[in-house]
């Protein structure tokens, strides 16, 4: 395959992320909602160990999807890494010992299948690594702006709700944050010491710092199945969107393979609603959500 080094690596990155969502949202039930969005929320999931394993398994997912847009476009990585959302519903079964059903494997499947024929069909560019400042700028302050209204209406929400407002602004910055290390990990293969004179590698450490907090607060807010949809369609969404207007990934297509990717979409958008609206799915977090009540009181 043109990219299999990429797509193997988004694949790892995706089952890594997975595996750090579900422990990570373990660990947010634990604390107090009113550290929700702040500072401390951080720190104190910092004291926690299952958390802390989690954050190993995100640092390294992250490490691969790295490796993945250095060998690959955005176009193609993004879309593999939203396999997160296939791996992390049955790894959550399965920390409840309970067991998938038909509508949630149907669901599983859905995903994997629609980015299976993503895959195979995409044809993508490999566009430029240092774009003008100020095509970033057209496109970072945008995103930024809608993704801080969906935080602020979600803090005034609570429930599912308020999960779902976070996880599409999670979306948005790990979208933004997938794009920046495209472009930093350009920068850091021409010249190492350079690269920490340029604004991307500091735009993106606080990007990443950004993401991370709103995606914990979400965790919080409900269970999985509520927020990840919306980190998993509106991150490589807002990425792909990105990387076509600012890096020139453009995804030429023929009639034949738009139709394939127009399929390969509706059926894994097909998966995401069956995994979000399966009450075994959010039956886990009704559970934990009710065991871990008396540590957030105070």
Sequence with gaps: MRYG?????????????????????????????????????????????????????????????????AFGPIVLVQPIVVLELAFAIPFGILRR???????????????????????????????VGNPPSIEWIESLVPVGAVGAICVGIGSTRRGPTRAMFFGSAAGMAFGLLSVLTKAVTHLLSSDVLKAFYTWQVYVTIAVGIVALTVSQSAYQAGPLAYSMPFV??????????????????????????????????AVAILGIVLLTTSQTVLSIYEERSMSSTPAQVG
């Design 97 to 127: 010992h309970r067991h998938a059903g038909l509508r949630e494997w149907a669901g599983i499947l859905a995903v994997m299948a629609g980015v299976a024929i993503f895959i195979l069909s995409a044809n993508p560019g490999r566009g």
């Design 232 to 265: 998993g369609v509106l991150e490589p969404l807002i990425a792909i969107t990105i990387g076509d207007i600012v890096l020139g990934e453009a995804v030429n297509l023929t009639e034949t393979e738009f139709v394939l990717e127009l399929t390969a979409a």
């Design 5 to 69: 080094t990429s797509v193997i690596c988004a694949l790892l990155a995706a089952v890594m992320f997975a595996f750090a969502a579900v422990m990570q949202q373990e660990s947010t039930l634990t604390v107090p909602s009113d550290r929700s969005l702040s500072p401390g929320l951080l720190l104190d999931l910092l004291r926690r160990p299952k958390w802390v394993l989690g954050g190993a398994s995100m640092l390294g997912g992250f490490g691969l999807q790295a490796v993945a847009l």
